[in-house]
């Protein structure tokens, strides 16, 4: 009796194991949203504030690189531009002894006017003052016309030099590190007075509010799944048993491929698995790297 109660119990624990390997649907590593940030500039690194496992928010600035040579060179440009647009033509001016004398003209003509009404002047007198009159207006039209134009065409002459000053600003402007996500440094791979050229990474950030579980599934467990689908999500915890999480299917992969090595699907034989992409909130257990495991919500829309 003794023997047969052993062998029960035996039994019982061999089930249990049988039913806690299979309790799982699959199974899967958490992995992040990486973005590594890259310098824009070349120049030394004359100030870089990111640190590994510091939180950044987007629009924070971390640091800068040399920028000494762009403002000279914007300065160099904004010399040349005033130099070129101190040559315009002051039209005013050099059209203002002209508008002087069309004045006069003009008063004069109006005095005739009046003498000629009493006949105290001749129409001779009239027309010669009326023909003046047409030709200063002509002499001011053509001036005014040449002015212009010479000036337009030194106005122009200044534009890419003005282009070239809005490259500069533009040069200038991402010399400054601007943080553009909020996130986790998770590496850091330049340090202050290091010389670095445009494309050179900085640092790694994710955000890891959530994390994205891959797991892998079998052709039978499509049916169970779909885009949207809440699961559960297990991770193992320091007492033995499992932390547990609610996570979303956001992504179900098209093509089949073969099983990861590293991967047990619910189906240990099946050569051919689909990837999955489960998002998971993450309250501060989760780590990229950590492996987790997916129950699915029968009937579950």
């Given at each position: 009796m003794k023997?047969?109660?052993s062998f029960t119990i035996a039994a019982l624990l061999l089930s249990a194991c049988n039913n806690g390997n299979n309790q799982f649907d699959a199974s899967g590593a958490f992995e992040a949203q990486e973005i590594i940030i890259s310098a824009e500039t070349a120049g030394t690194l004359k100030q870089f504030d990111a640190e590994e496992g510091e939180n950044l928010t987007a629009g924070q600035f971390i640091g800068y690189t040399d920028s000494t040579q762009l403002y000279l060179k914007k300065k160099q440009l904004e010399a040349q531009i005033n130099a070129l647009l101190s040559r315009r033509p002051d039209i005013a001016a050099q059209i203002g002894?002209?508008?002087e004398q069309l004045k006069s003209a003009q008063k004069e003509q109006s005095r005739i006017a009046n003498l000629l009404k009493s006949e105290a002047a001749t129409q001779?007198?009239?027309?010669?003052?009326t023909a003046q009159i047409e030709v200063l207006k002509k002499q001011i039209d053509a001036l005014q016309s040449s002015l212009s134009i010479t000036s337009g065409s030194i106005t122009q002459e200044s534009v890419p030099l003005q282009i070239t000053i809005q490259q500069v600003n533009d040069q200038l402007a991402k010399s400054r590190i601007i943080n553009q996500v909020n996130g986790t440094v998770l590496a850091k791979y330049a340090e202050p007075n290091e010389v670095v050229a445009p494309g050179k990474p900085?640092?790694?950030i994710a955000d890891l509010s959530f994390l994205i579980l891959r797991?892998?599934?079998t052709g039978n467990q499509l049916p169970e799944t779909g885009l949207n689908k809440k699961v559960k999500v297990f991770t193992d915890n320091s007492a033995g048993s499992y932390n547990e999480h609610e996570g979303t299917i956001t992504w179900i992969s098209d093509k089949a491929e073969f099983t990861p090595k590293t991967i047990q699907t619910k189906d240990e034989r099946a050569n051919l698995v689909y990837a999955v992409k489960i998002r998971v909130k993450n309250d501060g257990s989760l780590k990229i790297g950590m492996y987790g495991e997916v129950r699915f919500l029968h009937g579950n829309n």
């Open positions: 023997h047969l109660i002894a002209l508008q001779k007198m009239m027309d010669d003052v900085l640092y790694k797991a892998y599934i």
